[in-house]
């Protein structure tokens, strides 16, 4: 099948605040979704898309941190540390995430949903995250540092929470007027 791209939500669509649905059939049109998430997250220069971002509430998510530097891909897949290029792009069904012991750490985030927005999140140092790939079989990753914050990044969009959820007020306060103005772009795009 010809992988298509797609259309990448934007603040102020309701389906970025729509949990996701478990999926439960990893048929070729699952696989099919995820391949056009990787080819629309490359051709948008992003590190991880959602579903909720392509407009569909589901538990999928897909990410590839092979740009981001290699001191901080500090990772562990069922147990191996297999180089990166093996294992990217990765799509995640089903995640689950769960904080490991350690720091939580602030680092500068943007969202694919929020062009031209960059803002301070705090998020946990080391996770370990529970996943089904395309096929439905179960995988476990552990992960710290800069892979961590974009799969927490992901994982929360399919939760329905956004990253601006997690800034401080007076990061808010900074953005304010960005964040109103992309809504009413929004609305004004789809009305
Ligand atoms: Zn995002």
Redesign the pocket.
Known sequence: MKPMLLRVTRYGESILRQPGQTVTVFDDALHELAENMVDTMYEEEGVGL?AQ?VDQALMLCVVDVSGLPDEDLDYQLDGLRQPIPMIMPMALVNPVVKSLPGKTVWGEEG???FPGIRGDVPRDEQIEVSYQDLDGDPHTLVCGGWFARVIQ?EVD?LHGRL?IDHMDKRQLRLLDNKLKQLKRETRDSLA
């Open positions: 959602a971002q969202c694919l949903s990044h969009h990253f």
